[in-house]
């Protein structure tokens, strides 16, 4: 699936970003792969996994968050998914 790289104004705290890289993909088929943040100067740069730019861009509408830009990008190393583990009880 394409990877996506966009930048915005941080409107999350910390906890809630690394929340947002554990989350399963969304109603939009997009996931985080990674995010990287400044708390200083309150920017988010998102490394989404995607079908499209369209998706991208609803998985943003949907919180309302405006991008500045948002590109399409290949990666120097594959990206895995985290993997849901079960416990049995």
């Known amino acids: 699936m394409p990877v996506f790289l966009d930048v915005h104004k941080v409107p999350f705290s910390e906890s809630n970003l690394k929340e947002l890289c554990m989350s399963p993909p969304d109603e939009f088929g997009v996931s985080h792969v990674n995010l990287f943040y400044n708390k ?38 594959p990206y895995k998914p985290p993997t849901t583990t079960t416990t049995a009880t």
Request: glycine residues 2%; proline residues 3%; hydrophobic residues 40%.
């Open 40 to 77: 200083d100067t309150n920017v988010c740069f998102c490394l989404l996994e995607g079908p499209d730019m369209d998706a991208i861009e609803k998985h943003h509408a949907k919180v309302n968050i405006k991008c500045e830009w948002i590109t399409e990008v290949s990666l120097a190393r």
